[in-house]
Antibody
Framework: EVQLVESGGGLVKPGGSLRLSCVASGFTLSTYTMNWIRQAPGKGLEWVSSIDSSSSYKFYADSLKGRFTISRDNANNSLYLQINSLSAEDTAVYYC??????????????WGQGTMVTVSS | DIQLTQSPSFLSASVGDRVSITCRASQGISSYLAWYHQKPGKAPKLLIYAASTLQSGVPPRFSGSGSGTEFTLTISSLQPEDFATYYCQQLNSYPTYTFGQGTKLEIK
């Protein structure tokens, strides 16, 4: 079965750091561009970051630049998101998602189940 | 940055109804648009990509249309499992993306 499984979320104090992981199974992660998307409680979807298949480029939402770092380990079929200087505004479910390969500029065809990050003292 | 505006933000309908949701882009995005729906506590699920192509396994009662700046998702006959929140996403600025604010479809 093709799936993505996130982990690493939890309760963190303001100013703290966290590293989220996303493990792929049922397909070869190294073939795909990958993304992180977040969703604050009761709010809509916010794209966070993307990384191409070989880590040659990494992009971030303008509002989040500097505190977020995306990376991947294709040998271990894993994607990561390092978040520093956490604040209450970072409280959200964080999803990883795969960009499809069917057409140019394809959509996010596979999503993980999400991992919850709560920032609170 | 490309902004997406969905309308309506809330929609109340009955099983069997035909409903449409509109997504407007702040600038032309060709056909680089996708639609998702999301049920409470679950991850979003892809319904439509390239504006009008049905994702594998998605029922044919879902359809997408449009290009440029105006797009529409139509559900031809609502089923109980379709009550969810719907999002559009622009793919034109790959590899950066934006989502619409969402449309919550509720049972009347």
């Amino acid at each position: 079965e093709v799936q993505l499984v996130e982990s690493g979320g939890g309760l963190v104090k303001p100013g703290g750091s966290l590293r989220l992981s996303c493990v792929a199974s049922g397909f070869t992660l190294s073939t795909y561009t990958m993304n992180w998307i977040r969703q604050a409680p009761g709010k809509g979807l916010e794209w966070v970051s993307s990384i191409d298949s070989s880590s040659s480029y990494k992009f971030y939402a303008d509002s989040l630049k500097g505190r977020f770092t995306i990376s991947r380990d294709n040998a271990n079929n894993s994607l990561y998101l390092q978040i520093n200087s956490l604040s209450a505004e970072d409280t959200a479910v964080y999803y990883c998602a795969r960009v499809g390969l069917r057409v140019a500029w394809d959509a996010f065809d596979i999503w993980g189940q999400g991992t919850m990050v709560t920032v609170s003292s | 940055d490309i902004q997406l505006t969905q309308s309506p933000s809330f929609l109340s309908a009955s099983v069997g109804d035909r409903v449409s949701i509109t997504c407007r882009a702040s600038q032309g995005i060709s056909s680089y648009l996708a639609w998702y729906h999301q049920k409470p506590g679950k991850a979003p699920k892809l319904l439509i990509y390239a504006a009008s192509t049905l994702q594998s396994g998605v029922p044919p009662r879902f359809s997408g249309s449009g290009s440029g700046t105006e797009f529409t998702l139509t559900i031809s006959s609502l089923q109980p499992e379709d009550f969810a929140t719907y999002y559009c996403q622009q793919l034109n600025s790959y590899p950066t993306y934006t989502f619409g604010q969402g449309t919550k479809l509720e049972i009347k």
